[in-house]
């Protein structure tokens, strides 16, 4: 079975920053993309920011300057250093990993973190 533990989120003041954390446990051979994804209230799930096994990344635009995504590829760990934040930044937030399985790629996903930004 492999597993996407998330851990960081919480209560925060408009301005102020969290690092949420994402390791991935059980029978992993390789992880390819990595990314956190987020889903406001009333909103569908949209991606943050991503970052393939090389370390290329990729950010909303909303989140561009203010988010860092990074990786510890020997821990199948994956971070997210938000600063700056900003009440709309309000939701949960999903880890997703793609896991190699047997024969293929496969999409994994983390039970969500909230993160609430208060004005």
């Known amino acids: 079975q492999v597993q996407l533990v998330e851990s960081g989120g919480g209560l925060v003041q408009a301005g102020g920053s969290l690092r949420l954390s994402c390791a991935a446990s059980?029978?992993?051979?390789?992880?390819?993309?990595m990314g956190w994804y987020r889903q406001a209230p009333g909103k569908q799930r949209e991606l943050v920011a991503a970052i393939t096994t090389g370390g290329t990344t990729n950010y909303a635009d909303s989140v561009k300057g203010r988010f860092t995504i990074s990786r510890d590829n020997a821990k199948n760990t994956v971070y997210l250093q938000m600063n700056s934040l900003k009440p709309e930044d309000t939701a949960v937030y999903y880890c997703n990993a793609e896991i190699w399985r047997l024969t293929t790629f496969k999409d994994y996903w983390g039970q969500g973190t909230q993160v609430t930004v208060s004005s």
């Open positions: 059980g029978s992993i051979f390789s992880i390819n993309d």
